[in-house]
């Protein structure tokens, strides 16, 4: 439930989201996002875009409900987006890569759309000179959140969330949690080994048998 308790707050809680709006995850196959994708088509996004990083990845992101996903190792999907999006960009962008989509973000963001950082898998340290007029221009918000050393109050008001939002459609069948392989604990290695791989769409579990 942790995966789900992620996505709802980055989508709910931080983001704010309001049916209609479109919205960007980036690394569209991690277990946060494909819980991410489904919340927000359950919740009315107008349009939920993902980046991932092999074909299998698009096709799988779309199969659950992603309304279109881009390989980035092959295609450009900041220009991809804007056309999809007739230039008018998206409202919301999920983002766990930081440093080298920071000025992407910024360029694809709508008016008034809110970006919230929950990773930085390439790095924490911007490159200079940078841009920064588009957050003012088109009234960016930026946020970074995490739910370690939240008080107990705001995890609480997170999980309740998460009930409200998800759990009836997971209890129904009609969100669907993904499960990449099922390992022993006395396999953890490969476990490991296929995590570092980054083929995965969805969970890796092991079970202490």
Request: glycine share 10%.
């Amino acid at each position: 439930m942790q995966t789900w308790i992620t996505a709802t707050q980055a989508l709910h809680s931080v983001a704010k989201f309001q049916p209609g709006e479109k919205v960007l995850w980036h690394a569209g196959a991690s277990s946060v996002s494909l819980a991410g994708i489904q919340l927000a088509v359950a919740a009315g996004a107008s349009a939920v875009y993902t980046t991932v990083g092999a074909d299998e990845k698009v096709e799988f992101t779309q199969s659950i409900g992603a309304t279109k996903s881009f390989n980035y190792r092959t295609s450009d999907w900041l220009e991809s987006v804007k056309e999809g999006t007739n230039n008018g960009g998206v409202d919301v962008i999920i983002d766990f890569v930081g440093k080298d989509y920071f000025t992407k973000n910024l360029d694809l963001a709508a008016e008034d759309a809110r970006i919230v950082i929950l990773g930085m898998m390439s790095g924490s340290t911007l490159p200079g000179p940078m841009e920064i007029a588009p957050i003012l221009r088109k009234r960016i918000t930026i946020t970074g959140s995490t739910l370690r050393g939240r008080d107990l109050r705001y995890q609480i008001g997170v999980k309740e969330k998460m009930v409200k939002t998800a759990l009836p459609g997971i209890e129904s069948g009609k969100l669907q949690v993904p499960i990449e392989r099922v390992f022993s604990w006395k396999n953890v290695s490969e476990a490991h080994q296929l995590l570092e791989a980054n083929t995965s769409k969805g969970k890796i579990v092991c079970l202490v048998d």
